[in-house]
């Protein structure tokens, strides 16, 4: 994993110390903290979490990351920002030169067609829907979607394979109390395979996300009993669960993609996508070794009722989509830069997930953020220098 500037970390449950010390002592491997954009301090007016949580409720205090939180307050302080809402984008149209001239759009309330015009178009509205945009930006100039000269746009699509984990009951910690509150991240076991030794079945690898929680109260159903005596019991009874499962990296094929539906259309009148994916050997290969290595960690942390799951998960479960609007140095393989700007047309950017010409096996979103954070300075300068 690389390293950086960051906030205190999140502490460990003793369950995850177990497993940490098993893991590294037995084999050699490292668990840490998850990292995610939740503040551990405070940061720019924003408090540091205090652990309520439904995360999946919105974040009152703005601890966690989301746009209305952090990034949006930021723009708006600028002085600059103009923001449209109830507008869903439907095309970019480009001028007698092929360049971009404005987008499209239909107001969701009331069913009006609008256009907005910029001196640079960035499209930064997930891997899927910035494709479905430049697909549905056909022109004859470019017969296919916009920036496709190379003919890849909307292939090689991916996301990380899920499928192969395991789960169990740590022993010496029943009844042990947690007393911290409720964690919103996990573990991570960063990769290990085909880093210094090539594995005999798949290439590139995997990482594990997990956590050990004191479970629920599920256990006391089948504890007789009534009264103090009885509650007492269920406590000192708790069971404390252990789980791991793996991500792996998906390898990039021209034959996953997605394309516009010739048929059907979403309620605002746009083509909505077809897609085709799949996984191959590689991946299966890889999710056997992944169940493996889980049932062989949480062994070695003592754990027991082991149950292993080794079945490949369907491809869009991990909800880390990549890939379609690929980066390269190649114009004819790839639609975009380094920068995520468009081979084709020189102030077209596309700021998301598109650009991923592999899915390594991390988590995507906080290095989504780090490549935009790089393009939008890649193309101010461009700006200021009159190139665009």
């Known amino acids: 994993?690389?390293?950086?500037?960051?906030?205190?970390?999140?502490?460990?449950?003793?369950?995850?110390?177990?497993?940490?010390?098993?893991?590294?002592?037995?084999?050699?491997?490292?668990?840490?903290?998850?990292?995610?954009?939740?503040?551990?301090?405070?940061?720019?007016?924003?408090?540091?979490?205090?652990?309520?949580?439904?995360?999946?409720?919105?974040?009152?205090?703005?601890?966690?990351?989301?746009?209305?939180?952090?990034?949006?307050?930021a723009a708006e302080a600028t002085g600059h920002l103009t923001l449209i809402p109830n507008a869903v984008a439907s095309h970019v149209e480009v001028d007698d030169a092929g360049k971009c001239?404005?987008?499209?759009?239909?107001?969701?309330?009331?069913?009006?067609?609008?256009?907005?015009?910029?001196?640079?178009?960035?499209?930064?509205?997930?891997?899927?829907?910035?494709?479905?945009?430049?697909?549905?930006?056909?022109?004859?100039?470019?017969?296919?979607?916009?920036?496709?000269?190379?003919?890849?746009?909307?292939?090689?699509?991916?996301?990380?394979?899920?499928?192969?984990?395991?789960?169990?009951?740590?022993?010496?910690?029943?009844?042990?109390?947690?007393?911290?509150?409720?964690?919103?991240?996990?573990?991570?076991?960063?990769?290990?395979?085909?880093?210094?030794?090539?594995?005999?079945?798949?290439?590139?690898?995997?990482?594990?996300?997990?956590?050990?929680?004191?479970?629920?109260?599920?256990?006391?159903?089948?504890?007789?009993?009534?009264?103090?005596?009885f509650k007492q019991q269920i406590r000192d009874t708790r069971p404390w669960s252990i789980s791991i499962g793996g991500f792996g990296e998906h390898l990039p094929r021209y034959e996953n993609f997605c394309e516009l539906d010739k048929i059907h259309v979403d309620a605002w009148g746009i083509p909505v996508l077809h897609i085709s994916a799949a996984y191959g050997d590689n991946e299966q290969a890889m999710i056997n070794d992944m169940a493996d290595a889980a049932e062989e960690m949480l062994r070695a942390a003592g754990a027991e009722d082991i149950e292993v799951e080794r079945e490949v998960s369907a491809p869009g479960l991990a909800i880390h989509e990549v890939g379609t609007a690929r980066m390269g140095a190649d114009p004819?393989?790839?639609?975009?830069?380094?920068?995520?700007?468009?081979?084709?047309?020189?102030?077209?950017?596309?700021?998301d997930g598109s650009g991923?010409?592999?899915?390594s096996c991390q988590n995507p979103t906080i290095t989504f953020m780090a490549l935009a954070t790089r393009a939008c300075e890649y193309l101010v300068e461009e700006f200021r220098a009159s190139r665009i």
């Open 1 to 73: 994993m690389p390293d950086g500037q960051f906030l205190p970390p999140m502490a460990l449950t003793c369950g995850e110390e177990i497993l940490k010390k098993a893991i590294r002592d037995s084999f050699g491997r490292t668990l840490t903290i998850g990292r995610c954009a939740i503040l551990t301090d405070d940061l720019n007016g924003r408090p540091k979490c205090h652990y309520c949580g439904p995360c999946s409720r919105g974040c009152r205090t703005g601890s966690y990351y989301s746009s209305v939180s952090s990034s949006l307050p």
């Open 101 to 229: 001239r404005s987008v499209y759009y239909i107001d969701r309330v009331t069913r009006t067609h609008r256009e907005v015009y910029g001196k640079a178009i960035v499209l930064c509205a997930s891997t899927l829907e910035s494709t479905r945009i430049m697909l549905n930006s056909t022109s004859p100039r470019y017969p296919t979607g916009i920036a496709n000269s190379s003919g890849v746009l909307g292939h090689y699509l991916m996301d990380h394979v899920m499928g192969g984990g395991a789960s169990g009951i740590l022993p010496v910690l029943k009844g042990v109390p947690d007393t911290r509150g409720n964690r919103p991240n996990g573990v991570y076991i960063p990769r290990f395979r085909n880093l210094e030794e090539r594995h005999p079945d798949f290439l590139r690898g995997y990482g594990y996300q997990g956590s050990a929680n004191l479970v629920k109260w599920g256990h006391a159903i089948n504890i007789p009993g009534f009264g103090a005596e």
């Open 332 to 351: 004819t393989t790839s639609v975009l830069n380094s920068y995520e700007q468009a081979h084709d047309v020189s102030n077209l950017f596309v700021m």
């Open 356 to 359: 991923y010409p592999s899915s």
